[in-house]
Nanobody, 117 residues
Framework: QVQLVESGGGLVQPGGSLRLSCAASGFAFSDYTMRWYRQGPGKEREWVASITSTYTMDAYYADSMKGRFTISRDNAKDTVYLQLTNLKPEDTAVYYC?????????WGQGTQVTVSS
């Protein structure tokens, strides 16, 4: 049974930081490109960052997240992370983990991040 379980969300003040985790099970995690998406209130889901399954684990970011967010993965723990720094109120969203390879497309249930003073 495939599972992606996100955690680490919460309420944080502007300028603060959070580290999101996504624990995977039920598939060959190291073979999959992993992505984070987010969906803010009243907005469409948007791509945040990706990290490849290659040896180099190449990372890619949406322009508005570059320099503030960092994606990483630990294949020994079947977990992908998203470090969020210098958070802004507009970063408030549900953050989703995604695993994709060929026709496989798996999603987690999301974790809420709220940035507010």
């Amino acid at each position: 049974q495939v599972q992606l379980v996100e955690s680490g969300g919460g309420l944080v003040q502007p300028g603060g930081s959070l580290r999101l985790s996504c624990a995977a099970s039920g598939f060959a995690f190291s073979d999959y490109t992993m992505r984070w998406y987010r969906q803010g209130p009243g907005k469409e889901r948007e791509w945040v960052a990706s990290i490849t399954s290659t040896y180099t684990m190449d990372a890619y970011y949406a322009d508005s997240m570059k320099g503030r967010f960092t994606i990483s993965r630990d294949n020994a723990k079947d977990t992908v992370y998203l470090q969020l720094t210098n958070l802004k109120p507009e970063d408030t969203a549900v953050y989703y983990c995604n695993a994709r390879r060929q026709s496989d497309d798996y999603w987690g249930q999301g974790t809420q991040v709220t940035v507010s003073s």
